[in-house]
């Protein structure tokens, strides 16, 4: 019996859970969206928007908060190599690079020195949803599936941080039925004005 069990257990055990949600909610704090599968992206999304909440307070007891449930690691930790140009280092994250001085690199290319996550929480992130009560996040299903156990994938992203309604690049089955019920019913409404525009000519009587 599932007494006092909250929450889907994705087949794993609870250290591995709690590792993979975490990482889950790093990447989608440090690239504003994700790519999953739809079970993860239902059980993160809760995890982070608590976070996000706890964010917007902006105190001490907050950040100690966020800092024991996240992986408080370097927010761009993407960045490895100090010769990339600014174009490619832009195409991987939603947000604005940090300021050159902000990053360091060693001599062989890691990264040494970046802001890091929770920093980027407090700072970044929060003040997106300072007028925001809740719903911070959205999923937006996908076309494909992962290639292995065939299964749904979906973006689990920030809200504001989308670049358009139709991610996947072509639009819904849905939009398309909607357009096309819009177009119909406008031709539906030109019809009776230019029904009523020929009626009264055809019925006019001759003139003697």
Request: hydrophobic share 40%.
């Amino acid at each position: 019996m599932r007494h006092r069990v909250f929450g889907k257990q994705l087949c794993v055990k609870e250290d591995h859970r709690r590792a993979m949600l975490r990482n889950l909610a790093a990447g989608l704090f440090e690239h504003g969206q994700i790519e999953t599968t739809i079970p993860k992206a239902r059980a993160v999304q809760p995890f982070v928007e608590k976070m996000i909440t706890m964010a917007k307070r902006g105190d001490l007891a907050s950040r100690r908060i966020i800092e024991a449930r996240i992986n408080d690691r370097a927010a761009f930790a993407w960045i490895v190599d100090p010769a990339t140009t600014e174009a490619k280092k832009t195409a991987h994250s939603l947000w604005e690079l940090p300021p050159d001085s902000a990053i360091e690199h060693n001599r062989y290319g890691e990264l040494r020195k970046a802001p890091r996550l929770v920093q980027h929480i407090m700072a970044k992130v929060a003040p997106l949803f300072a007028e925001r009560a809740g719903g911070y996040t959205r999923i937006i299903k996908l076309d494909k599936r992962r290639v292995g156990d065939q299964t749904d994938l979906c973006i689990l992203q920030l809200v504001g941080k989308e670049e358009g309604p139709q991610v996947s690049g072509r639009r819904s089955v849905r939009r398309r039925t909607a357009d096309k019920r819009t177009a119909y019913a406008a031709e539906l409404r030109k019809k009776p004005a230019t029904e009523a525009a020929a009626t009264p000519a055809a019925t006019e009587p001759a003139k003697d």
